[in-house]
Protein backbone atom coordinates (compact mmCIF):
# COMPACT_ATOMS: atom_id res chain seq x y z
CA UNK A 1 0.00 0.00 0.00
CA UNK A 2 1.27 3.43 -1.18
CA UNK A 3 1.15 5.85 1.77
CA UNK A 4 -1.38 8.68 1.66
CA UNK A 5 -0.19 11.53 -0.34
CA UNK A 6 -2.12 14.27 0.15
CA UNK A 7 -0.33 15.76 3.27
CA UNK A 8 2.96 16.30 1.53
CA UNK A 9 2.11 15.83 -2.32
CA UNK A 10 0.40 19.15 -3.64
CA UNK A 11 2.12 19.67 -6.36
CA UNK A 12 4.56 17.84 -8.97
CA UNK A 13 6.11 19.63 -11.90
CA UNK A 14 8.00 17.37 -14.71
CA UNK A 15 10.47 18.31 -16.80
CA UNK A 16 9.54 15.96 -19.80
CA UNK A 17 12.67 15.37 -21.40
CA UNK A 18 14.30 12.77 -23.94
CA UNK A 19 11.47 12.25 -26.51
CA UNK A 20 14.52 13.18 -29.33
CA UNK A 21 16.45 10.35 -28.09
CA UNK A 22 13.38 7.91 -27.82
CA UNK A 23 12.80 8.18 -31.60
CA UNK A 24 16.00 8.16 -32.39
CA UNK A 25 16.62 4.88 -30.55
CA UNK A 26 13.57 3.70 -32.87
CA UNK A 27 15.44 4.96 -36.11
CA UNK A 28 12.28 7.29 -36.31
CA UNK A 29 12.08 11.03 -37.15
CA UNK A 30 12.72 13.49 -34.09
CA UNK A 31 8.64 14.81 -34.01
CA UNK A 32 7.89 11.41 -33.59
CA UNK A 33 9.06 11.26 -30.13
CA UNK A 34 7.10 14.38 -29.16
CA UNK A 35 3.94 12.72 -30.62
CA UNK A 36 4.50 10.01 -28.48
CA UNK A 37 4.72 11.80 -25.25
CA UNK A 38 0.87 12.50 -25.14
CA UNK A 39 0.39 8.71 -23.71
CA UNK A 40 3.04 9.92 -21.09
CA UNK A 41 1.32 13.51 -19.77
CA UNK A 42 -2.63 11.06 -19.90
CA UNK A 43 -0.89 8.72 -17.52
CA UNK A 44 0.64 11.66 -15.40
CA UNK A 45 -2.98 13.47 -15.52
CA UNK A 46 -4.10 10.11 -14.46
CA UNK A 47 -2.20 9.61 -11.29
CA UNK A 48 -1.97 12.99 -10.21
CA UNK A 49 -5.88 12.72 -10.56
CA UNK A 50 -6.31 9.01 -8.39
CA UNK A 51 -3.54 10.44 -6.08
CA UNK A 52 -5.93 13.82 -5.12
CA UNK A 53 -2.71 15.63 -6.17
CA UNK A 54 -4.04 19.03 -6.41
CA UNK A 55 -1.49 20.87 -9.04
CA UNK A 56 0.95 18.99 -11.98
CA UNK A 57 3.29 21.74 -14.00
CA UNK A 58 4.63 20.30 -16.74
CA UNK A 59 7.50 21.95 -18.81
CA UNK A 60 6.04 21.62 -22.46
CA UNK A 61 7.87 24.54 -24.11
CA UNK A 62 11.07 26.66 -22.66
CA UNK A 63 12.28 30.12 -23.32
CA UNK A 64 14.77 28.71 -24.98
CA UNK A 65 12.84 26.18 -27.25
CA UNK A 66 12.55 28.56 -30.12
CA UNK A 67 15.81 28.37 -31.33
CA UNK A 68 15.08 24.91 -32.18
CA UNK A 69 14.39 24.67 -36.23
CA UNK A 70 11.80 25.96 -37.20
CA UNK A 71 10.04 22.62 -39.06
CA UNK A 72 10.25 21.32 -34.99
CA UNK A 73 8.66 24.06 -32.91
CA UNK A 74 5.80 24.40 -35.71
CA UNK A 75 5.46 20.74 -34.89
CA UNK A 76 5.15 20.95 -31.23
CA UNK A 77 2.79 23.99 -31.49
CA UNK A 78 0.18 21.40 -33.99
CA UNK A 79 0.78 19.15 -31.61
CA UNK A 80 -0.27 21.37 -28.68
CA UNK A 81 -3.45 22.53 -30.23
CA UNK A 82 -4.42 18.34 -31.71
CA UNK A 83 -3.47 17.41 -27.85
CA UNK A 84 -6.04 20.56 -26.66
CA UNK A 85 -8.52 19.69 -29.34
CA UNK A 86 -8.59 16.05 -28.60
CA UNK A 87 -8.29 15.77 -24.51
CA UNK A 88 -10.63 18.73 -23.62
CA UNK A 89 -13.63 16.88 -23.63
CA UNK A 90 -11.96 14.41 -21.13
CA UNK A 91 -10.33 16.48 -19.09
CA UNK A 92 -13.40 18.81 -18.13
CA UNK A 93 -14.58 15.49 -17.47
CA UNK A 94 -12.40 14.17 -15.00
CA UNK A 95 -12.77 18.34 -13.35
CA UNK A 96 -9.31 19.15 -14.69
CA UNK A 97 -8.48 22.96 -14.85
CA UNK A 98 -6.41 23.24 -17.62
CA UNK A 99 -3.97 26.71 -16.83
CA UNK A 100 -0.71 27.75 -18.51
CA UNK A 101 2.72 29.57 -17.42
CA UNK A 102 4.68 31.44 -19.20
CA UNK A 103 4.40 34.07 -22.27
CA UNK A 104 1.61 32.80 -23.56
CA UNK A 105 1.82 35.72 -26.04
CA UNK A 106 4.99 34.50 -27.65
CA UNK A 107 2.62 31.53 -29.14
CA UNK A 108 1.15 31.31 -32.21
CA UNK A 109 -2.66 32.66 -32.39
CA UNK A 110 -3.70 29.14 -33.34
CA UNK A 111 -2.65 27.20 -30.44
CA UNK A 112 -3.10 30.09 -28.32
CA UNK A 113 -6.50 30.48 -28.85
CA UNK A 114 -7.24 26.95 -28.08
CA UNK A 115 -5.52 27.33 -24.83
CA UNK A 116 -7.77 30.36 -23.65
CA UNK A 117 -10.58 28.73 -24.79
CA UNK A 118 -9.56 25.49 -22.78
CA UNK A 119 -8.88 27.62 -20.11
CA UNK A 120 -12.20 29.44 -19.94
CA UNK A 121 -14.16 26.30 -20.33
CA UNK A 122 -12.55 24.32 -16.96
CA UNK A 123 -11.88 27.63 -15.30
CA UNK A 124 -14.73 26.49 -12.84
CA UNK A 125 -13.16 23.39 -12.34
CA UNK A 126 -12.01 22.02 -8.82
CA UNK A 127 -9.90 18.67 -9.30
CA UNK A 128 -6.60 18.70 -10.35
CA UNK A 129 -4.81 21.80 -11.81
CA UNK A 130 -3.17 20.56 -14.95
CA UNK A 131 -0.38 23.57 -15.74
CA UNK A 132 1.18 24.04 -19.02
CA UNK A 133 4.51 25.89 -18.82
CA UNK A 134 4.87 27.20 -22.27
CA UNK A 135 7.26 29.55 -23.63
CA UNK A 136 8.60 29.54 -19.61
CA UNK A 137 11.43 30.54 -18.66
CA UNK A 138 12.41 30.93 -15.02
CA UNK A 139 14.39 33.79 -15.98
CA UNK A 140 12.27 35.24 -17.55
CA UNK A 141 9.29 34.70 -14.85
CA UNK A 142 12.12 36.28 -11.99
CA UNK A 143 12.51 39.29 -14.59
CA UNK A 144 9.19 40.21 -15.57
CA UNK A 145 7.91 40.10 -11.57
CA UNK A 146 11.09 42.86 -11.60
CA UNK A 147 9.66 44.55 -13.70
CA UNK A 148 6.58 44.37 -12.32
CA UNK A 149 7.63 45.30 -8.43
CA UNK A 150 9.68 48.34 -10.22
CA UNK A 151 6.83 49.53 -11.65
CA UNK A 152 5.27 49.97 -8.39
CA UNK A 153 8.01 51.15 -6.76
CA UNK A 154 8.04 54.15 -9.50
CA UNK A 155 4.12 54.60 -9.13
CA UNK A 156 5.07 54.99 -5.19
CA UNK A 157 2.69 51.82 -4.50
CA UNK A 158 6.09 49.69 -2.95
CA UNK A 159 8.30 50.70 -0.75
CA UNK A 160 11.10 49.30 -1.17
CA UNK A 161 11.44 47.89 2.35
CA UNK A 162 8.39 46.46 1.72
CA UNK A 163 10.23 44.02 -0.79
CA UNK A 164 9.93 40.35 0.92
CA UNK A 165 10.38 37.18 -0.44
CA UNK A 166 6.35 37.05 -0.06
CA UNK A 167 5.88 40.07 -2.46
CA UNK A 168 8.22 38.68 -4.93
CA UNK A 169 6.19 35.01 -4.90
CA UNK A 170 3.18 37.20 -4.92
CA UNK A 171 4.52 38.24 -8.76
CA UNK A 172 5.28 35.02 -10.38
CA UNK A 173 3.42 33.85 -13.20
CA UNK A 174 0.64 31.76 -11.09
CA UNK A 175 1.01 33.04 -7.34
CA UNK A 176 -1.41 31.03 -6.08
CA UNK A 177 0.12 27.92 -7.04
CA UNK A 178 1.93 26.33 -4.30
CA UNK A 179 5.43 25.72 -4.82
CA UNK A 180 6.48 22.25 -6.40
CA UNK A 181 7.43 19.66 -3.92
CA UNK A 182 9.18 17.35 -6.40
CA UNK A 183 10.51 18.24 -9.47
CA UNK A 184 11.46 15.30 -11.65
CA UNK A 185 13.29 15.01 -14.83
CA UNK A 186 13.24 12.56 -16.92
CA UNK A 187 15.45 10.98 -19.41
CA UNK A 188 19.23 11.09 -17.19
CA UNK A 189 19.77 14.47 -17.44
CA UNK A 190 19.98 16.18 -13.92
CA UNK A 191 20.06 20.07 -14.10
CA UNK A 192 16.63 22.43 -14.14
CA UNK A 193 16.94 24.09 -16.93
CA UNK A 194 15.38 27.47 -15.99
CA UNK A 195 12.83 25.79 -14.85
CA UNK A 196 10.67 27.20 -11.93
CA UNK A 197 13.98 29.00 -10.28
CA UNK A 198 12.22 30.73 -7.71
CA UNK A 199 9.35 28.03 -6.71
CA UNK A 200 12.02 24.68 -6.65
CA UNK A 201 13.77 26.29 -3.95
CA UNK A 202 13.08 23.92 -1.57
CA UNK A 203 11.96 20.63 -3.47
CA UNK A 204 12.84 17.53 -3.59
CA UNK A 205 14.61 16.53 -7.06
CA UNK A 206 13.74 13.10 -8.82
CA UNK A 207 15.71 12.33 -11.94
CA UNK A 208 15.17 8.88 -13.80
CA UNK A 209 17.02 7.96 -16.55
CA UNK A 210 13.45 6.70 -18.20
CA UNK A 211 13.09 8.77 -21.33
CA UNK A 212 10.05 10.12 -21.24
CA UNK A 213 7.88 8.81 -23.97
CA UNK A 214 8.67 5.65 -22.01
CA UNK A 215 7.21 7.15 -18.24
CA UNK A 216 4.39 5.71 -17.68
CA UNK A 217 1.97 5.25 -14.36
CA UNK A 218 4.14 3.21 -13.09
CA UNK A 219 7.63 4.57 -13.50
CA UNK A 220 5.71 8.02 -11.97
CA UNK A 221 4.54 5.81 -9.28
CA UNK A 222 8.46 4.67 -8.67
CA UNK A 223 9.64 8.46 -8.85
CA UNK A 224 7.19 9.51 -6.56
CA UNK A 225 7.92 6.66 -4.13
CA UNK A 226 11.43 7.86 -4.17
CA UNK A 227 10.46 11.26 -3.11
CA UNK A 228 8.32 9.83 -0.92
CA UNK A 229 11.13 8.34 1.35
CA UNK A 230 13.44 11.93 1.48
CA UNK A 231 12.94 13.65 4.85
CA UNK A 232 12.27 17.22 3.68
CA UNK A 233 13.75 19.79 6.31
CA UNK A 234 13.44 22.97 5.23
CA UNK A 235 16.18 24.44 6.25
CA UNK A 236 15.65 23.33 9.79
CA UNK A 237 17.05 20.56 11.66
CA UNK A 238 14.15 18.60 11.87
C1 LIG B 1 12.18 17.41 -24.52
O1 LIG B 1 12.63 16.37 -25.34
C2 LIG B 1 10.87 17.83 -24.96
C3 LIG B 1 10.57 19.09 -25.39
C4 LIG B 1 11.52 20.19 -25.46
C5 LIG B 1 9.24 19.42 -25.85
C6 LIG B 1 8.18 18.81 -25.02
C7 LIG B 1 6.99 18.68 -25.83
C8 LIG B 1 6.07 17.77 -25.65
C9 LIG B 1 6.09 16.80 -24.54
C10 LIG B 1 4.94 17.66 -26.57
C11 LIG B 1 4.10 18.90 -26.66
C12 LIG B 1 3.36 19.22 -25.46
C13 LIG B 1 2.07 18.98 -25.27
C14 LIG B 1 1.41 19.47 -24.04
C15 LIG B 1 1.26 18.22 -26.24
P1 LIG B 1 13.84 16.66 -26.31
O2 LIG B 1 13.28 16.97 -27.66
O3 LIG B 1 14.71 17.72 -25.73
O4 LIG B 1 14.53 15.27 -26.31
P2 LIG B 1 16.11 14.99 -26.44
O5 LIG B 1 16.76 15.67 -25.26
O6 LIG B 1 16.17 13.50 -26.37
O7 LIG B 1 16.54 15.53 -27.76
Not at 34 to 56: M, P
Amino acid sequence: MRSDPKADLRHIAIIMDGNGRWARKRGLTRVKGHSAAEKSIHDAVEVCGELGVEYLTLYAFSTENWTRPKAEVNFIMKLLSRFIKGNIDDLDKKNVRLRTSGRLNDLPEGPRKDLELAMERTSGNTGLNLILALSYGGRAELKDAFVQIAHGITAGDIAPSEITEELISAHMYNSDVPDPDVVIRTSGEQRLSNFLLWESAYSEFVFTPVLWPDFHAEQLHNALDDYRSRKRRFGGLE
